[in-house]
C-alpha cells in the first residue's frame, strides 16, 4: 500500500497551508502550463488519480466534463474535497494507487498533480492506466523531477556570494528518498528520467509532451521568489495518449 502521508494530523494541516490549498489549481504556479496540456474535456469521462482537495475534478465538471472519478488514498483529502459541496456528476473514492483496478476502456482522460512520484510499482499503474482508457483517450500528469528527487540530501547550497546550486547526487541510484517535507518520514521513489519515459511507452502510451517547467518571466515579476525554481526543475509534466 502506498504511504498515506496525508492523514498524518502535522501533515494534512501543513498541506492545509499552502497556496495550492488555500487558492486551489491557480494558487499552483505550475497550473497554466499544466491546463494547456488539457484537451477540450466537454463530454468525457474523466478521472483524477491522487486527487487530493478536488480542485481539478470541480474545474473538470465546469469545462464539462460528463463524469469525474477523484481517487485518493486519504480519508482526509477526500472528506476535505466532499465538504466544497455535491457534485452528483463527482465521485470521490478511497484508492491505494498501487493496486489500482479500473474497468477496461472506462475512461476518457486520465490526470493527476504530484502524485505518481509515491508510486513504487509506477509500471503497473501506468498500465492500469493505459487499459481504462479509451483508443485515443489521454493522460497529463505532473511529477516531481528527478532531478529534484534524486539527491540524497536535498536542499540549496548558498556560496559566498550568494548564489544557489542544487545538489546532484545518486541519480542512477533509483528507489526511495526520504525526506522532512510538513512531517518526517515521507518517502517518496525516485527513478530517472529516462526510466519513466521509457515505462509510459512499454505501458503502451504514445508520449506527446514533456516539459521541465519552470516560472514564466511574468510569473517571477509577480512573484520574485519563484526565481530560484529557474536554477532546476522542480517538477516535470507530460502528456501522453493511448
Known amino acids: 500500500m502506498a504511504q498515506n502521508i496525508y492523514d498524518t494530523p502535522a501533515f494534512f494541516e501543513g498541506y492545509q497551508q499552502l497556496p495550492r490549498s488555500v487558492h486551489g489549481l491557480d494558487g499552483a504556479p505550475e497550473w497554466p502550463a499544466l491546463r494547456a496540456l488539457v484537451a477540450p474535456l466537454q463530454g468525457l469521462r474523466v478521472a483524477d488519480l491522487g486527487c487530493g482537495l478536488g480542485w481539478f475534478c470541480r474545474w473538470a465538471r465546469t469545462q464539462g466534463a460528463q463524469s469525474v472519478l477523484g481517487l485518493d488514498v486519504s480519508q482526509l483529502m477526500l472528506a476535505k474535497a466532499q465538504a466544497f459541496g455535491a457534485d452528483d456528476a463527482i465521485a470521490y473514492v478511497r484508492a491505494d494507487l498501487e493496486a489500482l483496478a479500473l474497468p477496461p476502456q472506462s475512461l476518457d482522460f486520465a490526470y493527476s498533480s504530484l502524485a505518481f512520484h509515491y508510486i513504487e510499482d509506477i509500471a503497473r499503474l501506468l498500465a492500469t492506466v493505459h487499459q481504462a482508457l479509451v483508443p485515443g483517450g489521454r493522460l497529463v500528469f505532473s511529477i516531481e523531477h528527478p532531478v529534484f528527487m534524486a539527491p540524497r540530501a536535498p536542499g540549496w547550497h548558498i556560496d559566498a556570494q ?28 525516485h527513478r530517472t528520467l529516462g526510466t519513466l519515459l521509457n515505462t509510459l511507452v512499454k505501458a503502451g502510451f504514445r508520449i506527446e509532451h514533456v516539459q521541465e517547467w519552470g516560472p514564466s518571466d511574468e510569473q517571477v515579476a509577480a512573484l520574485p521568489s519563484l526565481a530560484e525554481e529557474r536554477e532546476r526543475p522542480m517538477m516535470l509534466l507530460v502528456a501522453a495518449s493511448r
Open 162 to 189: 550568494g548564489r544557489k546550486s542544487w545538489p546532484l547526487d545518486g541519480y542512477q541510484a533509483e528507489g526511495p528518498r526520504i525526506t522532512n517535507w510538513l512531517a518526517e518520514g515521507v518517502v517518496k521513489q
